[in-house]
């Protein structure tokens, strides 16, 4: 089935509910962006684009962007959304790797990538586009749940990003785990856009398309804390995602402001690692609207999840376990931890997860060798560490090339780190490995103390010896006014490690 599908159906029923918004203000009902999309798709077969081609987007979040999805899916094509913050280089790699025959912009990208590639190119903010979507409606053309609907690439932060294979069937199984495993979606919703709709934002739409919900994109394009707080007031129930450096961003800003986030209904966070002190502050301040889910491009926002009632519970016996957790397997998935043989390992073992199901890729997009090592037996090797309890609880310890080997030891960044930001001196922290001629790595952790505070490693060593083992504990402290994080708010270990090899 066409993915598209589902907004067309909303169309014929509720064609005159609000769709699309820029800000608080309503630019599309369903029956016009069902007939915008259907007119888009129309103007692409012109143009020669047609079942399993691809189309680049390189745009800032709009509401042009689902039109842009949508009138691609319509037309058989798959879309290739570009994360707006990188390079035009960068884009026009992706765009070459893909094939892609066309390219959306925005306005304030597109000069930059058109210097950078020869694939032609299209301002949304033009007439061309407006035309283009003024087209007589096409038919929505059939698909198969194993066609490619989107092909995502990855963020690349050790390599050449890769073209991850999202099929129409992925889209429909994640989605459908959303009302059951995340939350409830109904036409009194609304999802706002705060993080890039190239990545885990826009997975998120169809199911609120499928029902019928508003989609509202910020006038900033992007995450404004206090315009987030102030049209989730207005124009609530809002529902979004979020990485875990913007849920830090968000508490500090509106307890600065004494918000408390009326009007929000759910934050999904995930992509990263949310420390238990971050989350347990952010409930405590706007109550139970959290949910932790847990996925890959891979196998896109739908391996794991830990409900609100679960991210909120403080009367379970292992409520803190739990709450640093991943959650449970998503009804779509299996979930197993695999030994350095590849075999299953009992739970409470510590060993690398996978997954299998039908959101699970069926391989990356023209390479064979990366899906040969990444698909085992019908199971995605995630490359993360992590064990199951007996609850089926997932707890993620760390990626496998994150891990530090001291002394003969496996040493876990995540739990060093979880303990640091336990101390009020610490606002953000990330520990790697330093080479070491006599234990193999030494532990070594980057701080960024909080406003007004200093490093004081006696008070951290302090910190770390009341928790864990002595062998844990940080070999050196360096200060840092901010961590390093691409464009996704990921922190750049990298980068780190980098930097510890210069100085030595």
């Not at 907004?7 to 007939?35: I, M, W």
């Amino acid at each position: 089935m066409n993915i598209a599908n589902w907004l067309h159906r909303v169309a014929q029923t509720n064609g005159n509910a609000p769709a699309l918004l820029l800000g608080d203000q309503v630019v599309a009902t369903y029956e016009d962006f069902a007939r915008q999309a259907a007119g888009l798709a129309t103007a692409l077969q012109a143009r020669g684009v047609g079942p399993g081609d691809r189309v680049g987007l390189f745009m800032k979040n709009c509401p042009d962007y689902l039109t842009v999805y949508y009138g691609v899916w319509t037309a058989g094509a798959a879309v290739v959304p570009i994360n707006a913050k990188l390079h035009p280089k960068e884009a026009a790699f992706i765009l070459q790797d893909s094939g892609a025959s066309q390219v959306f912009v925005t306005p304030d990208l597109g000069s930059d990538l058109a210097e950078a590639t020869d694939v032609p190119l299209t301002d949304i903010s033009t007439n061309a586009f407006a035309d283009m979507c003024a087209a007589p409606p096409l038919t929505t053309v059939a698909r198969n749940a194993g066609d490619l609907a989107w092909l995502f690439y990855t963020s690349g932060t050790t390599g050449r990003p890769k073209g991850v294979q999202i099929t129409h069937g992925m889209i429909a199984a994640t989605s459908l785990c959303y009302p059951v495993d995340v939350d409830p979606v109904s036409a009194d919703d609304a999802a706002y856009y705060a993080a890039p709709m190239s990545h885990g934002a826009g997975i998120y739409a169809p199911i609120h398309v499928r029902m019928g919900a508003r989609h509202i994109c910020p006038i900033s394009g992007g995450f404004d804390p206090v315009e987030l707080l102030d049209l989730s007031q207005t124009l609530g129930p809002t529902s979004m995602f979020m990485a875990p450096t913007m849920v830090r961003r968000l508490i500090d800003t509106a307890k600065a402001g004494g918000k408390t986030g009326e009007g929000i209904k759910t934050i999904v966070y995930g992509g990263g690692p949310m420390y238990r002190a971050d989350i347990e502050e952010a409930v405590d301040w706007f109550g139970p609207k959290f949910v932790q889910i847990y996925g890959q491009g891979e196998c896109p926002m739908a391996i794991s999840a830990l409900n609100r009632a679960e991210v909120a519970d403080r009367t379970h016996p292992n409520w803190r376990a739990r709450l640093a957790s991943v959650g449970r397997a998503q009804s779509q998935v299996e979930i197993a931890i695999a030994g350095a043989d590849g075999a299953p390992l009992p739970n409470g073992e510590v060993g690398e997860i996978m997954v299998r199901g039908a959101p699970v890729m069926p391989g990356y997009w023209c390479n064979p060798e990366a899906t040969e090592t990444a698909l085992k037996d019908g199971w995605l090797m995630t490359g993360d560490v992590g064990r199951l309890d007996e609850d089926g609880y997932l707890t993620l310890q760390d990626r496998s090339k994150d891990v530090i080997i001291s002394g003969g030891s496996n040493i876990y960044p995540r739990e060093i780190e979880e303990v640091l930001l336990q101390h009020p001196t610490v606002h953000e922290v990330s520990v790697v490995g330093r080479p070491s001629p006599e234990w193999g790595e030494d532990v070594v952790a980057f701080v960024v103390c909080a406003p007004g505070a200093d490093l004081d490693e006696a008070a951290l060593d302090a910190q770390c010896l009341e928790q864990i083992a002595r062998f844990k504990r940080p070999k050196a402290y360096i200060a840092l006014p901010e961590l390093p994080k691409n464009n996704y708010g990921k922190v750049l270990k990298t980068e780190l490690r980098k930097r510890l090899e210069s100085e030595a």
